[in-house]
């Protein structure tokens, strides 16, 4: 069975750091794109970043200059460095995964962590 399991969300004051993690197990054969999305209170879940498995980046334009995201193939894992966050940047964040499994490719999520930051 394939899974996302997310870690390294909790509590941090604005300005401050942190770095979430996620990593896939499971019986797949590759993976494609991997990204993180989010979903603050009483808004809808976007997109905050997203790196191919060619290694191209793309990021939402509020999280631009503070956020970066980066991939360890060999680990089969997708990370988040949020550097200088700010109470907007607060909200529940998922990973999502497209990973080959019978020669296809399929969507995958995580179970999500939240962020909370503090002014």
């Known amino acids: 069975q394939v899974q996302l399991v997310e870690s390294g969300g909790g509590l941090v004051q604005a300005g401050g750091s942190l770095r979430l993690s996620c990593a896939a197990s499971g019986r797949f054969s590759s993976i494609n794109a991997m990204a993180w999305y989010r979903q603050g209170p009483g808004k809808q879940r976007e997109l905050v970043a997203v790196?191919?498995?060619?290694?191209?980046?793309n990021y939402a334009d509020s999280v631009l200059g503070r956020f970066t995201i980066s991939r360890d193939n060999a680990k089969n894992t997708v990370y988040l460095q949020m550097n200088s966050p700010k109470p907007e940047d607060t909200g529940v964040y998922y990973c999502n995964a497209h990973l080959v499994v019978g020669g296809i490719s399929w969507s995958y999520w995580g179970q999500g962590t939240q962020v909370t930051v503090s002014s």
């Open positions: 790196i191919t498995s060619g290694g191209s980046i």
